[in-house]
Nanobody
Framework: VQLQASGGGLVQAGGSLRLSCVAS????????MAWFRQAPGKEREFAAA?????????YADSVKGRFTISRDNGAKSMVYLQMNSLKPDDTAVYYC???????????????????WGQGTQVTVSS
């Protein structure tokens, strides 16, 4: 499985970005997907996850109401993270990750994910 994330950049506080992650190598629609992020000097943390079917999403409290995760299980095999009302605290490298179907309680756990993309930098200026 290969994941390629893109869409990061520099944005002012209050602005928006949409991250994309394209998956290849396996049957995409059978896999749960997530976005994690890692700020300088900090641990990698969970941001959002979406079930293989797209019917269930989970968000970290820090992004709830501002970020939206979605997926395209068709020919594109993409997962997206729409980020609105960005804050300087959202500055981090964002990683997409995937795993075969896991328990709902495990969706926010980094150890649940078998494959990771290379990361895309998001910088929010104040």
């Amino acid at each position: 499985v290969q994941l390629q994330a893109s869409g990061g950049g520099l944005v002012q506080a209050g602005g928006s970005l949409r991250l994309s992650c394209v998956a290849s190598g396996r049957t995409f629609r059978d896999w749960d997907m997530a976005w994690f992020r890692q700020a300088p000097g900090k641990e990698r943390e969970f941001a959002a996850a979406i079930r293989w079917s797209g019917g269930t999403t989970v968000y970290a409290d820090s992004v709830k109401g501002r970020f939206t995760i979605s997926r395209d299980n068709g020919a594109k095999s993409m997962v997206y993270l729409q980020m609105n009302s960005l804050k300087p605290d959202d500055t981090a490298v964002y990683y997409c990750a995937t795993t075969s179907r896991v328990a709902y309680s495990a969706l926010a756990m980094a150890f649940s994910y078998d494959y990771w993309g290379q990361g895309t930098q998001v910088t929010v200026s104040s």
